[in-house]
């Protein structure tokens, strides 16, 4: 009597077990009855028909991170280097990451690394570092377009770690430092260019100040010329005019004739004081007979 009440209490508690089906928050469970898909089941829990449906299938819906192990890829510039990254990537759809798939983790891990090393093998060393976001949205766009029928979606690749060898990094480091002293020598040749150029300036502008100025100078010295002979020609008109005006008063010209006779005993003195010969008679030898010759002519 008990051991048909024990097993009629553990065949109870087996269909309870294949009965009640409870899915919890993160997962999707894929259901085939008598070995054919019948549903996807979301979070909660459901009764299934004993010895008809089943469980097969259990898939995380969450976003999945899935390391990338590292790789030796050559790049485009012949460079040997060991790189690796990060997958990250989630399921869509349940029935199609079952069933279009035996495991697709480890499709996207080969298909990250085929990609990986396709597009690492485009660039170069230096392109690597500059342009990883570059190379990190063609692996993931790659990757996408194949994982599509897996009913899985690439959220984003990250490229982790580069690690070129010891001789290339030497070389790099070697090439870097050559690369700084020619960007230093192209400096220093840049600063002396300037310098040059702004002494060349220097002096060219102090040779236009210098020939601007002598150029102004020549210029003010014309204009007091000009000035001056400007006002010398005033004062003589004016004296010719005052001289005009005063022979035209009575006795006027007798006092011209005057003036112009001391004007002349005065330059003919001059002129008798430093000869050796007179050519003049000898009544004019004296300057009083020269002024009485004059005198008589004027009288007369």
Aim: hydrophobic residues 40%; proline residues 2%.
């Amino acid at each position: 009597m008990l051991t048909t009440i024990t097993v009629l209490t553990l065949f109870i508690c087996f269909l309870l077990y294949k009965t009640i089906l409870i899915v919890v928050e993160r997962e999707n469970v894929i259901v085939e009855r008598l070995g054919k898909f019948h549903k996807t089941l979301g979070p909660g829990i459901y009764f299934l028909v004993p010895f008809f449906d089943s469980a097969s299938y259990k898939q995380e819906i969450r976003e999945q991170v899935i390391d990338i192990p590292s790789q030796s890829v050559i790049t485009k510039d012949n460079i040997q280097v060991e790189i690796d990254g990060l997958l990250y990537l989630k399921v869509m759809d349940a029935k199609k990451a079952s069933y279009g798939i035996g495991d697709y983790e480890a499709a996207s891990i080969n298909l990250a690394q085929t990609t990986m090393r396709s597009e690492i093998g485009k660039i170069t060393l230096g392109e690597i570092f500059s342009e990883r976001e570059e190379v990190n949205a063609k692996i993931i766009s790659e990757i996408d377009k194949a994982s599509d029928p897996w009913g899985v979606k690439v959220m984003r690749y990250e490229v982790k770690d580069i690690s070129p060898s010891s001789h290339v990094v030497d070389t790099l480091e070697k090439q870097m430092e050559a690369e700084r002293e020619k960007r230093a020598e192209i400096t220093r040749a840049t600063a002396e260019k300037e310098k040059l150029i702004n002494v060349s300036e220097g002096e060219k502008q102090m040779a236009i100040n210098i020939s601007e100025g002598e150029k102004q100078k020549r210029i003010n010295e014309a204009k007091g010329k000009a000035e001056g002979i400007k006002l010398i020609a005033d004062s003589t008109a004016k004296s010719l005019t005052i001289v005009g005006e005063a022979i035209n008063l009575p006795g006027g010209s007798d006092a011209l004739k005057m003036r112009l006779v001391d004007q002349y005993i005065d330059q003919l003195d001059e002129v008798l004081g430093g000869g050796d010969v007179s050519i003049f008679p000898s009544n004019l030898a004296s300057l009083k007979g020269i002024v009485d010759e004059l005198k008589g002519q004027v009288v007369s």
